[in-house]
C-alpha cells in the first residue's frame, strides 16, 4: 500500500469510528476489536490500529474503550481551550494579515448562510483553527489537534442544539481582529468558549 493511500485508509477508518461514538453507536466501555473493523471497513489492520492511537490521544477512547466524558472532563477540556484561543486570538489581532482575516470572515458568513448543520461544523472548525495557528506556538497548536475529536463532538452539539448567538459571537471576535485590539479579541473569545461549556453542560446534564 502507498504512503498516499495508507493515509486516506488511516483517515477514513480515523473519521468512521469518530462519527460512531459520537452518533452514539457505541456504548461506553464497548471494546474496539481491531480485526472485526478491519474487516468491517475492508482495510487492514495498521490504519485502524494507528485511527485508534489517535482516538485515544484526543481523549474518546482508553485502553481501546470507549469512554464517555464527565462534567469534569468537559470543564477541564473547556478551561484549556479558553486559555490557548483567548491567548491565540490575541496573537491574531496583532499579527493576522488581511487576507487571513478574509478567510475567516468568509467562513463565518458561509456558517450564516447553510443550513447544513456539518457544513456550518465544518466552518465552525476552520475558523477556530485559523486563530489557533495565529498563536505562533506548536505546542498549543498541537495541544488542540490532540483534542480534534472532542472539539467536534461539542461543535456536534452548540450547533446541532442551535446555541443562541454562536455566530454572532464569532464575528464579534472577528471585528475586534480586524480592528488590531488584543485584549477585546482575548476577551470575547472567552466569554465565547466560556458560553460554549455552559451550554453543553446544560444539555449533557
Known sequence: MTNKKAKTAQIYAYETVRDRILQGKYEGQTKLIEDKLAKELQIS???????????????????????????????????????????????????????????????IEKAKQSEDPEEIINFNKQFHDYIVKESRNPIMIETVDRMQA????????????????????????????????????????????????????????
Not at 442551535?162 to 473569545?189: G, Q, T
Request: hydrophobic share 45%; charged share 30%.
Open 45 to 107: 489492520r495498521t490504519p485502524v490500529r494507528e485511527a485508534i492511537r489517535r482516538l485515544e490521544q484526543e481523549g474518546l477512547i482508553k485502553n481501546k474503550r470507549i469512554i464517555k466524558p464527565s462534567p469534569t472532563d468537559i470543564r477541564h477540556m473547556f478551561e484549556m481551550r479558553i486559555v490557548i484561543e483567548g491567548y491565540a486570538a490575541s496573537k491574531a489581532a496583532k499579527f493576522m494579515i488581511p487576507d487571513n482575516i478574509a478567510i475567516i470572515r468568509s467562513a
Open 150 to 205: 472532542i472539539i467536534y463532538m461539542f461543535s456536534h452539539a452548540v450547533v446541532f442544539y442551535n446555541r443562541p448567538f454562536l455566530l454572532d459571537e464569532h464575528s464579534n471576535i472577528c471585528d475586534a481582529i480586524e480592528k488590531h485590539d488584543p485584549v477585546e479579541a482575548n476577551r470575547l473569545m472567552q466569554e465565547h468558549l466560556q458560553a460554549d461549556l455552559e451550554f453543553v453542560l446544560n444539555i449533557t446534564d
